[in-house]
Nanobody, 111 residues
């Protein structure tokens, strides 16, 4: 059974940077895509970014140019580097693989 565990969240000031991680335990296929989603207070969960092996990466328009998704297949770990953070980026961030979800990690962008 694959388990996904997010880490690295916290409080950051507007304009700041943060990197969050998603470690997968169990057997995962490096050829399957992994995704980041987020959910702000009172909002629906929304897709943020997707990464597969190789060069394919895709981003929501709201984070394009500010966030970078990456993946280390040897470590079964996915990352999300978030730069130029805005208060509207605040929320719980979840990783997703093959329909499975992590428990989420809170990112708060506030002065």
């Amino acid at each position: 059974q694959v388990q996904l565990v997010e880490s690295g969240g916290g409080l950051v000031q507007p304009g700041g940077s943060l990197r969050i991680s998603c470690a997968a335990s169990g057997t995962i296929l490096s050829t399957n895509p992994m995704h980041w989603y987020r959910q702000g207070q009172g909002k629906e969960r929304e897709w943020v970014a997707t990464v597969t092996t190789g060069a394919y990466k895709n981003y929501a328009d709201s984070v394009k140019g500010r966030f970078t998704i990456s993946r280390d297949s040897a470590k079964n770990t996915m990352y999300l580097q978030m730069n130029s953070l805005k208060p509207e980026d605040t929320g719980f961030y979840y990783c997703n693989y093959a329909g499975l979800w992590g428990k989420g990690i809170l990112v708060t962008v506030s002065a």
